[in-house]
């Protein structure tokens, strides 16, 4: 099951990338650039190898944390949805930390260093915080929620968000800021301007940046990458960051503008 769900997402992850290029090229938006769609899709061709090794990592992880349940929720419907809320809960919690705790930023510093938004940036994910994140939901196991619905509405999620990446959605009128997240609440995620960074951190639900004082709706046109950083070598910018903190190099966490 796990593997048609990866072939189903390498279809649609081909199919929409295809659309958005031919959508730029027609409307002469320069949000593609060769050489870093090139290293995007390079780093997920890696962790298309890494996919068993990371799911069979994650199965141990929940399967061996389900017999230290305090309790364990029936499998009905309304759990599934319980556990949905709760994992995109966690999810917002785990991806504010990664911006505001140093060793986390080492690896997230990767999907933020893309300087193009596009469909392939979604994919420009860290190869060891994919060993990392699954940690980050052990207490949603604890409190009853199955380990496979857990694992199940994380994927949900980042499939959702996969869609967050472009700039051919602009902004969805009353539907912004409301309850999901959208494509312009992204753009600002990813945005170096003053009053963009550091904020938007929901995965589905916008909800919680309303709740926690983190929404900002998009204003102006967001500027994106991290300053002082530029590569299109997939291993600089997969360890660049994590060089520098283990060599006792001061990590500026967050989003910093970058030089223009």
Known sequence: MVEKIAVIFLFVFALCVIWEFGWAKLRNKPIYDLKESASNIGIYAVHVLMRPVTFAWIAYVYTLLQPLQFFSLPPTPWTFALTFIATDLAYYWYHRFTHEWPILWTMHHTHHSSRRMNLTSAVRLNWIARFVTPLFFMPLIFLGMPPVWVFASLGIGLFYQFFLHT???GKLGWFEGVLLNTPSA???H????DHYRN???AGALILWDRLFGTYQAEEEASLYGVRGFQS???LTIQFHQL???LK???VVTGM????A
């Open 167 to 169: 700039e051919a959605v």
């Open 186 to 188: 992204h753009r600002v």
């Open 190 to 193: 990813h945005g170096q301007n």
């Open 199 to 201: 904020k938007n951190y």
């Open 232 to 234: 299109n070598n997939p």
């Open 243 to 245: 060089g520098a903190w």
């Open 248 to 250: 006792g190099i001061k």
């Open 256 to 259: 910093k503008r970058r030089d």
